[in-house]
């Protein structure tokens, strides 16, 4: 039984993941990173979000990330260059957010 519980724990730690990128609305995701902007990712919600990683890979976030995004964009002070820390499991392109870091 305990290692049964082991495999379990290790399992769990082993799926989330971290990446650090961009994070863009969906909607300008290929648009001009520098200059997009932390109230245009607010104001194009309704399309999610996602992060650009440093390869140029846009892989989407699921909606509980989506919603975690856009509350951490609402209470973020600077304008442009959203970088973010974000953890959680990437199942196909979409990640299923459990934190997310603006740097």
Known sequence: MKIFFGLLTMAGLAAAET???TVVDVMCKGKDLASHTR???VTCAKGGYGLVLAD???VKFDEGGNARTLGQLKKLTRE??????VTGELTGDVIKVQQVEFQ
């Open 80 to 85: 442009k260059d959203l970088k973010a820390k």
């Open 19 to 21: 990446w650090t990128g």
């Open 56 to 58: 140029g890979k846009f």
């Open 39 to 41: 109230e245009c990712a």
